[in-house]
């Protein structure tokens, strides 16, 4: 049996999808809740701050469930700070990670009390040009890294992320000219990588550097922790051994530099993942002399991950009517988007190439189920051909099912343009 794919039956999947259309997000409640616990019980150092980095599912109702396990919050945009503040995140408990900046947002961030994690010389030059800033951290590059694939990669010298660990000392030179205490030092070298070497390596590289700030408050590893996406191939984290390593490291650490340091991380794809499913009906079924392929409901614009990052996602097909061929096929799943590359199953190596996988005798109704779409799927979906977005579901811990976002339409689609059009006649 799969430990990451839904174990809804096929009935209620079915009646998911015929009361709320496909294509359809399917989120659970348990599975978010249980891997909030996972890692906080795995973790024994007291001192420590767990943040869920919410650009991998950012929907109020996913917010509010973290947040009662918790957890505190890492933001990428202003946005993000304003939706966390929404679901119910105190100004405090968010903390804002952005490549970009400008002066409007920092000022704004620091009026409503929100801590800032500079990702280069020139943001904290900037930082400090804001009235009222007293205190920042700083994004470091430690000079290594590790993910999914390169573009995932957030660490080493291919990396725009972070300051690169060679430039320290002039971090602390601008941030004492500008007035401005450097109070936690953050390192996030990657995500979707499949081992946690890499990560417990940085997270020493990191330290030492971290050793080195005298105001020193916090430190935070980032999130990056490895997912199983693909059961055959990858195995999942020691999650114990890892969240042991890392108390004993911080243990040490504090008593080195006779204070209690506090831990943090901000893991976000470990915590979601695996609770989202994607719905969505065959629409048919075809052939050429080389593939047989089966088109779906969805595409690109509802998972970019396959076509991205050549991301392997667990898929199965509900059949409408199980007595129907028992003979398995190879297929290529297929999205229905005018773009060649709009293929769910493909080499996990991002060449791009078509990789087929077995499954019995399929027909138009049928119903996909893919697996592990709860991180950076519903955050980085889209609009192309003009195609309305899913809804999304929350499958409750009573198994109750509650919509948590409609599904898109037409007017949500051209409301932008319709206005800026009316304004400017
Ligand atoms: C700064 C930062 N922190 C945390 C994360 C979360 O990474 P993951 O979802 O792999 O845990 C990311 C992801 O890109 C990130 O950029």
């Given at each position: 049996?799969?430990?990451?794919?839904?174990?809804?039956?096929?009935?209620?999947?079915?009646?998911?999808?015929?009361t709320?259309?496909?294509?359809?997000?399917?989120?659970?409640?348990?599975?978010?809740r249980?891997?909030?616990?996972?890692?906080?019980?795995s973790i024994?150092?007291?001192?420590?701050v767990?943040?869920y980095?919410?650009?991998?599912?950012?929907?109020?109702?996913?917010?509010?469930?973290?947040?009662?396990?918790?957890?505190?919050?890492d933001?990428?945009?202003?946005?993000?700070?304003?939706?966390?503040?929404?679901?119910?995140?105190?100004?405090e408990?968010?903390?804002?990670?952005?490549?970009?900046?400008?002066?409007?947002?920092?000022?704004?961030?620091?009026?409503?009390?929100?801590?800032?994690?500079?990702?280069?010389?020139?943001?904290?030059?900037?930082?400090?040009k804001?009235?009222?800033?007293?205190?920042?951290?700083?994004r470091?590059?430690?000079?290594e890294?590790?993910?999914?694939?390169n573009?995932?990669?957030?660490?080493g010298?291919?990396?725009?992320?972070?300051?690169?660990?060679d430039?320290?000392?002039?971090?602390?030179?601008?941030?004492?000219?500008?007035?401005?205490?450097?109070?936690?030092?953050?390192?996030?070298?990657?995500?979707?990588?499949?081992?946690?070497?890499?990560?417990?390596?940085?997270?020493?590289?990191?330290?030492?550097?971290a050793?080195?700030?005298?105001?020193?408050?916090?430190?935070?590893f980032?999130?990056?922790?490895?997912?199983?996406?693909?059961?055959?191939?990858?195995?999942p984290?020691?999650?114990?051994?890892?969240?042991?390593?890392?108390s004993?490291?911080?243990e040490?650490?504090s008593q080195k530099?006779g204070?209690?340091?506090?831990?943090?991380?901000?893991?976000g794809?470990?915590?979601?993942?695996?609770?989202?499913t994607?719905?969505?009906?065959?629409?048919a079924?075809?052939s050429?002399?080389d593939?047989?392929?089966?088109?779906?409901?969805?595409g690109l614009?509802h998972?970019?991950r396959?076509?991205?990052?050549?991301?392997?996602?667990p898929?199965?097909?509900?059949?409408?009517?199980?007595?129907?061929?028992?003979?398995?096929?190879?297929?290529?799943?297929?999205?229905?988007?005018?773009?060649?590359?709009?293929v769910?199953?493909?080499?996990?190596?991002?060449?791009?190439?078509?990789?087929?996988?077995?499954?019995?005798?399929?027909?138009?109704?049928?119903?996909?189920?893919?697996?592990?779409?709860g991180?950076?799927?519903?955050?980085?979906?889209?609009?192309?051909?003009?195609?309305?977005?899913p809804?999304?579901?929350l499958?409750?811990?009573?198994?109750?099912?509650?919509v948590?976002?409609?599904?898109g339409t037409?007017?949500?689609?051209?409301?932008?343009?319709?206005?800026?059009?009316?304004?400017?006649?």
């Amino acid at each position: 049996m799969s430990t990451i794919m839904t174990q809804i039956p096929d009935e209620k999947l079915f009646t998911m999808a015929d009361t709320y259309h496909t294509p359809l997000y399917v989120f659970e409640e348990a599975m978010i809740r249980s891997r909030c616990r996972e890692i906080k019980t795995s973790i024994t150092y007291p001192h420590t701050v767990i943040r869920y980095a919410c650009k991998a599912l950012t929907l109020q109702a996913i917010l509010k469930i973290i947040r009662e396990e918790g957890y505190w919050i890492d933001a990428s945009s202003l946005n993000e700070v304003l939706r966390a503040l929404r679901a119910g995140f105190r100004p405090e408990e968010i903390y804002y990670t952005g490549e970009g900046a400008t002066f409007a947002v920092y000022e704004e961030l620091v009026q409503r009390g929100v801590l800032i994690n500079c990702t280069s010389l020139d943001q904290i030059r900037l930082l400090g040009k804001v009235p009222g800033r007293t205190v920042c951290s700083i994004r470091t590059n430690p000079g290594e890294g590790s993910g999914e694939t390169n573009k995932t990669n957030t660490g080493g010298p291919s990396s725009k992320h972070g300051i690169y660990f060679d430039q320290v000392e002039d971090a602390k030179s601008i941030a004492k000219a500008a007035g401005l205490r450097i109070i936690g030092v953050h390192a996030h070298i990657g995500s979707g990588g499949h081992s946690i070497e890499p990560w417990l390596r940085i997270k020493d590289l990191t330290l030492a550097i971290a050793s080195t700030f005298p105001d020193l408050q916090f430190v935070n590893f980032g999130g990056g922790l490895p997912v199983v996406y693909n059961e055959t191939k990858q195995k999942p984290m020691p999650i114990r051994d890892w969240g042991k390593a890392l108390s004993e490291s911080m243990e040490a650490f504090s008593q080195k530099m006779g204070r209690e340091i506090t831990l943090q991380i901000e893991p976000g794809r470990y915590i979601v993942a695996h609770s989202g499913t994607l719905l969505a009906e065959v629409q048919a079924v075809k052939s050429t002399p080389d593939y047989r392929f089966v088109i779906v409901n969805t595409g690109l614009n509802h998972n970019i991950r396959p076509s991205m990052y050549g991301s392997f996602h667990p898929i199965r097909f509900a059949r409408r009517n199980p007595g129907a061929g028992s003979d398995k096929h190879a297929y290529v799943v297929a999205g229905y988007l005018c773009e060649s590359g709009d293929v769910f199953t493909v080499k996990d190596d991002g060449s791009g190439i078509l990789e087929p996988r077995e499954f019995e005798e399929l027909s138009v109704g049928d119903l996909m189920v893919m697996g592990c779409v709860g991180a950076y799927s519903h955050t980085m979906k889209n609009e192309y051909n003009s195609m309305n977005l899913p809804a999304s579901v929350l499958v409750c811990e009573d198994g109750s099912v509650n919509v948590i976002e409609r599904r898109g339409t037409l007017k949500d689609i051209m409301q932008r343009e319709v206005e800026a059009y009316s304004e400017g006649r």
